[in-house]
RNA sequence: GGUCCCAUCGUCUAGUGGCCUAGGACGCUGGUCUCUCAAGCCGGAAACAGGGGUUCGAAUCCCCUUGGGACCGCCA
């Protein structure tokens, strides 16, 4: 038995019946950055409410609609760790629902047949904007006489449904983020809410569904905030109670216009396949356009006891990579390194960095210490992978401007000579701590630097020259293989006597 | 064009009339550490869009201007 959407009552005094939310995507595209935003934003009020999350997939346009997108959708979710409560619910599974509504407006006098052919309403459109006048539905056939729908009827037109607007007054919106915000009425004409195949419109099937639904708590899209006062008059006329709204401002990409495509990646997936960490993912976005105090840092539990409806700021935010880059990194560094190191596996495998057969003999433990080498260095996952792969596997590639600057056959040498010592370290002593001591006594004895040593030893052993302290790698490396590559790295030609 | 929204460093923001000589974070930058690169630490440059009010006092309240954005569909 579902509990009653009715106030709740405590030890006999009413206190707010649980809030109900929800995110209503449309299943048109890939979930952006923007769309997870708000998903996160209904999904923390809930979770701080004990309330309840809802997912409702707003697909009554079946001209963009893709299916094929909505498991996607679901799936980013899912990897941001919003999981929902009810749903996901298919506004084209609910006509029927809607079709009842329509009939009711309709037999009040609410709501009206309306005859006009999409043609004839373009035609409208454009002499309006030519004398530029607000293109607004003229009414037409709000008074039409049965005779005259008769003829119509008659015609084979089929009439779409549109709202009795009052065409007078203020509907006033109480947003929680914006505060109040008045629309005149004479700007709202006679809409549609239901189109000529029986379709319901955006504006109409959104209240239909967030009424029966439950839904007390509208968080969604700035764009949506000149829709309001439409639905609002919508609710009036079904006689319903208002939920309370909150209208969250955009995400901007940085020349300041609505994120999109040409910007770069947008997806949710496409941060995921560069690397980021979901929970850095989601730190960001709910601090982009949200603030408590200075704090920049937050865990998903402090999110859900922090966050506010009343914490949201008004204006529009830019969308900062390289803020999003930092907190990944922060992750990166903070984060459980088994975990961390099974996902740099898998972007290894993805990428092509390594085979699976190689992969098969690298034990977890070793890619949970390449973590901890290189995550004080690398941003993401997949930079992380690329630079712990020569590390793991025979895959070395030789910087050649590295090789001609530290592997000269002097540094050959000097480095022969030392694998030649290191021989003698057994396996089971091959650490850091006694590699050190080993080497720097070795130099000492030679009068050397280690200085005139890291970084030969360093491209011998990775190709490159940049990475974790060189004790630490050559440890990671391995016996066997640290002498085999300090015995066979490439070595820069000589210049040659011409000098050219 | 109409309607609506927005306005503190390049970016995210603190700030709710005196604590502001405007704080923090990212980025940038100088230094430090050092076997490299990072990370860390210490320091620096960097903003209240402009103009009028209100007030003893304005980043904070009001008005105008300017600038940005969104929406103007039988799309959502």
């Given at each position: 038995m579902p509990e009653p959407l009715g106030p709740d009552t405590l030890d006999g005094i009413m206190v707010s019946p649980k809030p109900r939310v929800r995110f209503a995507p449309s299943p048109t595209g890939e979930l952006h950055v923007g769309g997870a935003r708000t998903a996160l934003f209904n999904w923390l009020f809930a979770r701080k409410h004990r309330g309840v999350f809802l997912l409702r997939f707003e697909d009554t346009d079946v001209e963009r609609n893709?299916?094929?997108l909505v498991e996607p959708i679901l799936e980013s979710l899912r990897w941001l760790g919003l999981e929902w409560d009810e749903g996901p619910y298919f506004q084209s599974q609910r006509l029927e629902l809607y079709r009842e509504y329509a009939q009711k407006l309709w037999e009040e006098g609410k709501a009206y047949p309306c005859y006009c052919t999409p043609e004839e309403l373009e035609a409208k459109r454009r002499q309006a904007l030519a004398e530029k006048r607000t293109p607004r539905y003229d009414g037409t056939c709000r008074h039409l006489t049965p005779e005259e729908r008769r003829r119509f009827e008659a015609e084979g037109r089929r009439p779409a449904l549109r709202f009795v607007s009052p065409g007078e007054g203020t509907t006033v919106v109480e947003d929680v983020v914006r505060g109040p915000v008045e629309f005149r009425n004479?700007?709202?004409?006679?809409?549609?809410?239901?189109?000529?195949?029986?379709r319901p419109t955006y504006n109409f099937a959104v209240v239909v569904d967030d009424l029966t639904m439950g839904i007390t708590h509208v968080i969604r899209a700035d764009e949506h905030l000149k829709n309001t006062p439409k639905q609002i008059l919508i609710y009036r006329a079904l006689g319903a109670e208002l939920p309370v709204f909150a209208h969250v401002p955009m995400v901007l990409a940085k020349d300041r216009t609505?994120?999109?495509?040409r910007h770069g990646a947008t997806a949710v997936f496409e941060y995921r396949e560069r690397g980021i960490l979901p929970e850095a993912l989601v730190n960001y976005l709910a601090r982009l356009g949200w603030s408590y105090g200075d704090q920049e840092i937050f865990s998903r539990e402090e999110l859900i006891e922090k966050f506010s409806l009343e914490g949201i700021h008004p204006s529009p935010a830019i969308f900062d990579e390289e803020k999003l880059l930092w907190l990944n990194q922060h992750y990166l560094k903070t984060g459980d390194p088994q975990r961390l190191g099974r996902l740099v596996r898998e972007f290894a495998l993805k990428r092509g960095f390594l085979a699976e057969e190689e992969a098969e003999e690298i034990p977890e433990e070793r890619w949970a210490r390449a973590v901890e080498l290189f995550r004080e260095r690398k941003r993401t996952l997949v930079e992380l992978a690329e630079a712990a792969v020569p590390l793991l596997t025979e895959r070395v590639e030789y910087d050649a401007k590295a090789v001609t600057k530290f592997l000269t056959s002097e540094k050959a040498a000097l480095l022969q000579e030392l694998s030649g010592h290191l021989e003698s370290v057994p396996n089971s002593e091959w650490t850091a701590e006694r590699l050190e001591r080993e080497i720097r006594g070795w130099l000492a004895e030679r009068g050397r630097e280690l200085k005139e040593l890291a970084q030969p030893c360093r491209v011998a052993l990775t190709g490159v020259t940049r990475g974790p302290g060189l004790f630490e790698t050559l440890e990671f490396v391995g016996k066997e293989r640290t002498l085999r590559r300090l015995r066979q790295a490439p070595q820069a030609s000589p210049p040659s006597p011409a000098g050219s």
């Open positions: 893709r299916p094929e004479e700007e709202i004409d006679d809409f549609i809410l239901v189109r000529s195949d029986g609505k994120l999109s495509k």
